[in-house]
């Protein structure tokens, strides 16, 4: 599955606006899916963002895992779209396609 044109503009905001909140992108070993986080003082992991741009087709995984997607949360288990500024459900919040127009 290719990720369409609409879901590379989506990305590229992604991450800009991680990159103006100050979050760090964190190394990509094996593959992994590209991830942003803040921390608070004591070097606790506080703010996340996990980009996933092609779906995963695994045995048992949950409705909505094999879409291009990505994920935002704010402080613990805040789940909410950086689009829209709307809070979500963790269900909802882990699995925000990235192939729609946002704006």
Same mark, same amino acid.
């Given at each position: 599955?290719?990720?369409?044109?609409?879901?590379?503009?989506?990305?590229?905001?992604?991450?800009?606006?991680?990159?103006?909140?100050?979050?760090?992108?964190?190394?990509?070993?094996?593959?992994? #899916?590209?991830?942003?986080?803040?921390? %608070? =003082?004591?070097?606790? $992991?506080?703010?996340? /963002?996990?980009?996933?741009?092609?779906?995963?087709?695994?045995?048992?995984?949950?409705?909505?895992?094999?879409?291009?997607?990505?994920?935002?949360?704010?402080?613990?288990?805040?789940?909410?779209? #950086?689009?829209?500024?709307?809070?979500? %459900? =963790?269900?909802?919040? $882990?699995?925000?396609? /990235?192939?729609?127009?946002?704006?």
């Amino acid at each position: 599955m290719s990720l369409s044109q609409e879901g590379k503009n989506n990305i590229r905001a992604l991450r800009g606006w991680a990159k103006s909140k100050g979050w760090e992108k964190l190394p990509n070993p094996r593959g992994r #899916p590209e991830q942003w986080v803040s921390k %608070t =003082a004591d070097g606790q $992991q506080f703010n996340n /963002l996990v980009i996933k741009p092609s779906g995963s087709f695994q045995g048992d995984l949950v409705l909505g895992s094999g879409i291009p997607r990505f994920s935002c949360r704010i402080g613990k288990g805040n789940h909410f779209n #950086p689009f829209t500024a709307e809070k979500l %459900t =963790a269900s909802a919040g $882990q699995h925000i396609p /990235l192939d729609k127009r946002y704006w």
